[in-house]
């Protein structure tokens, strides 16, 4: 059996922390990757995996992306994930999730959950019953928290037109051709915010009749999901899974930009260099995506309102421009460079 030291994205993890409670069902994983700068925050995954270690894995690669994504937003916050294993059937209870609560609160506030795919805000009151030490609760209209959803699609909408500014010489999104995979919390948000700025949208979803559907609300093409990431575009935007920026489909893909909410695009890290050897710009995805962070980061920090939400995630732009502006200077990928600011940021330089 290998050892947690030695899976390929053990990245001197402070703690990686295993649960099963039997009477429930709940097999989880927390991984806590820096608490440099603050607890480690991150959300909770319920997804069904091929195999534990591809459980582990998953939540090794996600609780790093979060260091460096609450690092990027300028929060006080290190970095972890939480993963629920949903194999073998197991169903999204109340006593599951309490389940998850209680191994949430025996880690004392070192990590910080909130949601994250197939984890709603209805399930945090439940995981909430069990552990102080979470965020994305439902709260008062104008302030910090509940449904991160609204806010990283927020973020990734205004990094991908910063991107269309950057990679397109385009000062809005009128006409430009986006392909969009993925239309779930985020995605369909996006889909629709550039809609409504008259960006021209080709998009795909796993769920046929959601983009059936979505095609005919905004006017767009729906394709396979296949399909997606060969779509000849001025801009790909990824918000569905992780890892879809491979060797195989990096070369096949046609267009100018690549800047989507989705975690952990890039397959490997030489595919960051590959896109650039390409020419392809790329948004450093925990970047462009730390809009729901900074929603429900500011409401487990008791620091601001939904307006000083809203004023932190407009900042992304800037914060890609600066990562674009050392990549032209030095000639690195952006994403390179993003981890380099990044592990300076959490003491790793």
Request: with cysteine.
């Amino acid at each position: 059996m290998v050892s947690v030291w030695e899976y390929p994205d053990f990245d001197d993890h402070e703690g990686v922390h295993l649960f099963r409670d039997v009477a429930s069902g709940l097999t989880a994983v927390i991984c806590v990757h820096s608490s440099h700068l603050g607890p480690a925050m991150g959300g909770a995954r319920f997804w069904n995996y091929a195999d534990k270690n591809k459980a582990i894995t998953d939540a090794l690669r996600l609780s790093r992306g979060m260091s460096f994504k609450n690092a990027m937003a300028d929060l006080p916050l290190g970095g972890g994930k939480g993963v629920i294993l949903a194999n073998d059937g197991v169903q999204k209870t109340p006593e599951l999730l309490a389940a998850f609560g209680r191994a949430v609160e025996s880690l004392a506030g070192r990590y910080v959950t909130a949601e994250d795919v197939g984890i709603n805000d209805a399930d945090m009151i439940q995981i909430a019953t069990a552990t102080r030490h979470v965020a994305g609760l439902p709260v008062e209209k104008g302030s910090a928290g509940g449904d991160p959803g609204p806010f990283t699609a927020l973020g990734v909408f205004l990094g991908v037109k910063a991107a269309a500014e950057r990679g397109l010489g385009k000062t809005d999104m009128a006409g430009v051709h986006v392909a969009v995979q993925g239309l779930g919390s985020v995605g369909g948000r996006v889909a629709r915010l550039l809609a409504a700025e008259g960006a021209r949208l080709t998009i795909a979803d796993v769920n046929a009749e959601r983009a059936k559907a979505m095609a005919a609300e905004l006017g767009a093409t729906a394709i396979a999901p296949d399909e997606i990431l060969t779509v000849e575009a001025d801009i790909i935007s990824p918000n569905a899974l992780g890892a879809v920026l491979t060797e195989q489909s990096i070369a096949a893909l046609r267009t100018t930009v690549v800047a989507g909410g989705a975690n952990n695009q890039l397959a490997t890290p030489a595919d960051g260099h590959r896109l650039k050897a390409r020419g392809i710009l790329y948004a450093p995805d925990y970047v462009i995506n730390a809009g729901g962070i900074i929603n429900v980061g500011l409401e487990y920090l008791k620091h601001g309102d939904q307006a000083e939400v809203e004023a932190r995630i407009h900042r992304i732009a800037g914060r890609l421009h600066q990562i674009w502006d050392e990549s032209e200077a030095t000639g690195d990928p952006a994403s390179d460079v993003a981890d380099r600011i990044a592990m300076r940021l959490i003491g790793r330089a």
